[in-house]
T-cell receptor, first 113, second 114 residues
């Protein structure tokens, strides 16, 4: 079983829809939770970063972390065709200051005009 | 543009060969990370260097090695290549130890082993 599970999709939605992307994890030591976006043939870029539990909002994006359920979510409001990409959740534990991230498999999102 | 530069962008080679991938981190970033991305394994952490010193190793094969030079650029050496080594290799950098996960990724080097 992988430490981080993420449905690879693909997920196809019409423009303007609310998108929900999710990951589950098994390691209770994870404290830092991130969402990266990866466009085709590009490197991942950091979208959202959350420490421990709670919500964080940035424009059309909201990240939620529920540590009791070991479940994180990314919501995209008013989705745009430019949001079409692969979304990767990532997590890390604070010990050792290693910068080692554990990534989910990524969910491919297509937003249709 | 993340500011992280990787060369070459594409590389095709044969089994048994050796290749070197190069990474220049963002200006001022002391940490360099290498990740491997493949269809079946996803994005996997290989190794982390901080200011020239190895900080952590992940699922890096013994045939692979890396180093970070005094000017902070890094190289990933892959030897005795196998078909299964075909993947995208990403370099990332961060100003600190990267504990918060705020990494800046390059565009990757796509390695094809024939």
């Amino acid at each position: 079983q992988k430490e981080v599970e993420q449905d690879p999709g693909p997920l196809s939605v019409p423009e303007g829809a609310i998108v929900s992307l999710n990951c589950t994890y098994s390691n209770s030591a994870f404290q830092y939770f991130m969402w990266y976006r990866q466009y085709s043939r590009k490197g991942p870029e950091l979208l959202m970063y959350t420490y421990s539990s709670g919500n964080k909002e940035d424009g059309r994006f909201t990240a939620q972390v529920d540590k009791s359920s070991k479940y994180i979510s990314l919501f995209i409001r008013d989705s745009q065709p430019s949001d079409s990409a692969t979304y990767l959740c990532a997590m890390s534990a604070p010990s050792g200051n290693t910068g080692k991230l554990i990534f989910g498999q990524g969910t491919t999102l297509q937003v249709k005009p | 543009d993340s500011g992280v530069t990787q060369t070459p962008k594409h590389l095709i080679t044969a089994t048994g060969q050796r290749v070197t991938l190069r990474c220049s981190p963002r200006s001022g970033d002391l940490s360099v990370y290498w990740y491997q991305q493949s269809l079946d394994q996803g994005l996997q952490f290989l190794i982390h260097y901080y200011n020239g010193e190895e900080r952590a190793k992940g699922n890096i094969l013994e045939r692979f090695s890396a180093q970070q030079f005094p000017d902070l650029h890094s190289e990933l050496n892959l030897s005795s290549l196998e078909l299964g080594d075909s993947a995208l290799y990403f370099c990332a950098s961060s100003p600190r130890g990267g504990i918060t996960g705020e990494l800046f990724f390059g565009e990757g080097s796509r390695l094809t082993v024939l």
